[in-house]
């Protein structure tokens, strides 16, 4: 048995030695600001959890109540058997919440990506895409046979050069991230939005970090930037500020409905269980009704940064709560999360190759739930840990 697996178990050897095998660090309290790990109660800087929602009372009824009056999942796929009047409800509500027409929830932001872009594009279609795009939209365009053009990050000259080597195509389509994960810097969608009206291009965005984070409400990027009603298609998560689990897309009733038919992972594969469905409900009610805990979020997030940067440390070119401390070597990265456990903080190090080598950061997410008392502790142990380490 063990033999059949020796040349996968060579390459993870491989990984042990390059100092890039991972352990799954399981958490043994709920996620929150502190969380605790090995036994140790320490601040969490490394979730997604902008808005403290996973832990929102609102959204625990909810789920605690669709359970009882609906329970524990729903036995099938939305297109057979599986669409619960909760599932409906919740579309109309994100439709309405991203003033889009129509909206489809897919079982993650994930599958999302995956089934939108494999279901829309052909070879008769060029997809346009910043390099610098999450795994999930690389892996779409993957499963087309769309031409693709990758442009340099955020960079208008060359994502122009690919519009003018594209003309031709029955549909372009430009996808970018709206906040981009590694760095936190935000897609410059009102000169993309301008570029691809100029050369008729269609424009995609996903929002999975500026969901809850950005625009009015949380609306994400196009509506931060005033372009409703000029981007085609907003993906969006509901497993990050939103707390819970999923993806959905955001646009026209035609895009919907070609998608029930043709949208691989939504056809295929399970709806989501009442508890996550009633959760997500509850959430955006939450967005609407609890605007102060997106204020404390920004507010946690200039306190947090105006901190680092006070004490030397290199945030890069991050516009958001997305704050990397960027050391460089990958070693003193990994060396860098390790003293931060020990003074009581939770921030993983993150190197290539899901970072370009030597660019290896802590990549440092604050959320509304931080107090700034948590905030200045996790400074100090920046600071007791950036001078041991001859960083700062
Ligand atoms: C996290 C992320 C996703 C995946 O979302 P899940 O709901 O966790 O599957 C997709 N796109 C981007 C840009 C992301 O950051």
């Known amino acids: 048995m063990k033999e059949a697996f020796r040349y996968l178990q060579e390459e993870l050897d491989q990984m042990k030695d390059n100092n890039t095998f991972r352990q799954l660090i399981p958490l043994e309290s709920k996620q929150g600001s502190k969380v605790d790990i090995h036994g140790k109660n320490v601040i969490q800087l490394s979730s997604n959890n902008y808005l403290g929602l996973t832990d929102h009372p609102k959204l625990k009824q909810a789920a605690i109540e669709a359970v009882e009056k609906y329970g524990a999942g729903t036995g099938s796929v939305r297109t057979i058997a599986g669409t619960l009047s909760m599932h409906n409800q919740l579309e109309e509500k994100l439709a309405d919440f991203k003033h889009t027409e129509a909206s489809l929830v897919f079982q993650s932001g ?167 469905t009633a959760a997500c409900l509850a959430a955006l009610d939450v967005l609407l009704n609890e605007p102060e805990l997106i204020e404390k979020l920004w507010d946690n997030r200039a306190f947090f940064k105006k901190g680092l940067e006070a004490l030397g440390f290199d945030t890069g070119k991050s516009e958001t709560p997305i704050t990397p401390v960027v050391v460089g070597d990958e070693a003193k990265t990994h060396q860098l999360s390790d003293k931060l456990y020990e003074y009581g903080v939770f921030a993983q190090g993150i190197v290539f190759p899901t970072v370009p080598k030597g660019t290896g950061r802590i990549r440092t997410i604050v959320t509304a739930q931080h107090t700034q008392e948590e905030l200045q502790q996790a400074l100090n142990a920046f600071e007791k840990a950036g001078k041991a380490l001859g960083i700062i």
């Open 110 to 276: 994930f599958t999302t990506n995956q089934g939108v872009l494999s279901a829309i594009l052909s070879d008769q279609d060029v997809v346009i895409s910043d390099e610098l795009n999450h795994a999930s939209i690389i892996d779409g365009i993957r499963l087309t046979k769309a031409g693709r053009k990758i442009y340099k990050h955020a960079d208008m000259d060359s994502l122009e050069e690919a519009l003018k080597a594209s003309t031709g195509a029955r549909t372009r389509l430009v996808v970018t991230d709206g906040v981009f994960s590694m760095d936190g810097d935000i897609a410059p969608l009102p000169e993309i939005v301008a570029l691809a009206e100029k050369y008729d291009a269609m424009v995609m965005v996903d929002d999975a970090h500026a969901s809850g984070v950005l625009g009015k409400n949380g609306r994400g990027t196009v509506n931060h930037f005033g372009l409703d009603g000029r981007v085609h298609i907003q993906v969006g998560t509901l497993s990050k500020a939103i707390g819970v689990l999923g993806g959905y897309v955001a646009s026209t009733n035609t895009l919907r409905d070609y998608l029930i038919h043709k949208g691989r992972p939504f056809l295929f594969s399970t709806s989501h269980p009442p508890a996550v």
